[in-house]
């Protein structure tokens, strides 16, 4: 168990007694293993957190969390790697992140927190001391008897960001999105995210690689108007390039990006 961290790190507003009986870890080897055979063919950026134990279930043998060090020198560490790979300005930023998102769900049902996923850009400190940034993705999947987080499913990518921040966090069901603001310590909800069916189009086709100019074609329409609906795509997306929206969508909303 790390001392590295404080310790309301990761740890619910309301602290309660687990029911550890009841948290049975050797039905969900099963888990880990799925991932790790995924891994062998197909590398992943994935890793496991487990909010009760501190610690990391899974973590990719070859992903870029690992910023140099070794899977086992990770899992050894538990939540105390963060204080590795993280500066100390960052990982209060972090913790910041991590207590606003628990608040944020001390009212919400179950079953909107089953749906939720927190998104932001984090930066990371290799080993050899360099940094790079990263979109991470946190998607809570098991929850204790008491409705708290027990395990996330978190997935990270390289990010053309360079501070820490973006931070999100979606029910798509519901379709609501709330953006923190370390600003005002708030959460601030977002327009629901809606597309028209021409804008659904482009996205899919751009997605595709397909040209402006045989989209024009396709839609019976001039160049300026494709590159008018690319506008509204990337304002509703929040976006700077049509690029960055493809990325954002394919990352957070890939039903978007695919022929229903």
């Known amino acids: 168990m790390n001392t ?5 790190f990761f740890a619910p507003i309301k602290p309660v007694l687990v029911n550890e009986k009841a948290m049975d870890y ?50 050894e560490m538990g939540y105390g790697f963060y204080s590795k790979i993280l ?14 998102v628990l608040e944020l769900f001390q009212d919400i049902p179950i079953e909107k927190k089953i749906d939720s996923s927190i998104v932001y850009d984090l930066i990371l400190q290799r080993k050899d001391g360099s940094s790079f940034c990263i979109d ?19 997935c990270v990518r390289p990010s053309s960001n360079n501070k820490i921040g973006n931070v999100k966090c979606i029910f798509k069901k519901a379709n609501e999105c709330f953006s923190y603001s370390f600003k005002d310590k708030k959460w601030h909800q977002q327009a629901p995210l809606v597309f028209s069916e021409t804008e659904k189009l482009i996205i899919i086709e751009t997605d595709k690689g397909t040209l402006e100019k045989q ?9 300026s108007n494709i590159r008018y609906y690319k506008s509204t795509i990337i304002k509703k997306t929040g976006t700077k390039t049509m ?4 990325l954002f969508l394919n990352w957070h909303y890939p039903e978007f990006c695919t022929e229903r």
């Open 136 to 154: 991470h993705k946190l998607k809570p999947f098991l929850f204790t008897e008491e409705n708290n987080i027990w395990l996330s499913i978190c």
């Open 87 to 100: 500066t100390p300005e960052n990982l209060k930023k972090l913790i910041e992140i991590n207590n606003a």
């Open 215 to 223: 989209l024009a074609d396709q839609l019976g329409c001039s160049r």
């Open 4 to 8: 590295f961290l404080p310790k309301q």
């Open 26 to 75: 050797d039905n969900l080897k099963c888990v880990t293993l799925f991932l790790d055979k995924i891994n062998d063919f197909l590398p992943q950026n994935s890793h496991i957190t487990d909010d009760h134990q501190r610690n990391f279930m899974f973590i990719s043998k070859r992903s870029i969390f690992l910023c140099g060090y070794t899977e086992e020198e990770a899992m």
């Open 243 to 246: 690029r960055e929206a493809i």
